[in-house]
């Protein structure tokens, strides 16, 4: 049973870079594209970016321009840095994992089937 | 557009039927996926392409969609239904997911 479990530090600096990992246990990394959503606190789920395991990258572009995501198919992990972060980073991050279904000829749709349980990341000095 | 939009709560009473719209442009032409979010946890997935439930979801979970309009159906309401309750379609053009704004669903 594939599982995914968020790690990093629940306490960041303003203007610092938070750095989250998520680790894939129970199956392989490779062929799944793997998510970071965000969650503030009492407000709805944001997309933040995936990465497939050849290391094909798709940030929202609102946060493009602070975001990277890499990954590490040695270790079955997806890790997330989000730079120069406000007190509006404060969030539970979810890594997720997106699984692709095909339907008629070429189309398809993509959805998140498998969750990890989330990490609170708190902004402030 | 890609806004997807959800009233932000329903109350239902127990044992009766919960509905929960996402309205957007079009919908009906794309495929819209439901998750269910209880407080403290992570989403769970409960509705998938429009009407389709994963495995070890309840039969009571049902889905359509049609024109401007996704619903999600909650039939034989528990209290253990209460929750956030996002939809999801994901554009093609940009590859990326599109979330409402969620609905929480107060069981009375």
């Known amino acids: 049973q594939v599982q995914l479990q968020e790690s990093g530090p629940g306490l960041v600096k303003p203007s610092e870079t938070l750095s989250l990992t998520c680790t894939v246990s129970?199956?392989?990394?490779?062929?799944?594209?793997w998510n970071w959503i965000r969650q503030s606190p009492g407000k709805g789920l944001e997309w933040i970016g995936y990465?497939?395991?050849?290391?094909?990258?798709n940030y929202n572009p609102s946060l493009k321009s602070r975001v990277t995501i890499s990954v590490d198919t040695s270790k079955n992990q997806f890790s997330l840095k989000l730079s120069s972060v406000t007190a509006a980073d404060t969030a539970v991050f979810y890594c997720?994992?997106?699984?692709?279904?095909?339907?008629?000829?070429?189309?398809?749709?993509?959805?998140?089937?498998?969750w990890g349980r989330g990490t609170l990341v708190t902004v402030s000095s | 557009s890609n806004v997807l939009t959800q009233p932000p709560s329903v109350s239902v009473a127990p044992g009766k039927t919960a509905n929960f719209t996402c309205g957007g442009d079009?919908?009906?032409?794309?495929?819209v996926q439901w998750y269910q979010q209880k407080p403290g946890q992570a989403p769970v997935l409960v509705i998938f392409y429009d009407s389709a439930r994963p495995s070890g979801i309840p039969e009571r979970f049902s889905g359509s969609n049609s024109e401007n309009t996704a619903t999600l159906s909650i039939s034989r309401v528990e209290a253990g239904d209460e929750a956030d309750y996002y939809c999801?379609?994901?554009?093609?053009?940009?590859?990326?997911?599109?979330f409402g704004g969620g609905t929480k669903l107060n069981v009375l």
């Open positions: 990465i497939y395991n050849s290391g094909t990258t």
């Open positions: 999801q379609v994901w554009d093609g053009s940009s590859d990326h997911p599109v």
């Open positions: 129970g199956g392989s990394i490779t062929n799944y594209y």
């Open positions: 079009n919908i009906g032409t794309k495929s």
């Open positions: 997720a994992r997106t699984h692709t279904y095909y339907y008629g000829s070429g189309t398809y749709t993509r959805y998140f089937d498998l």
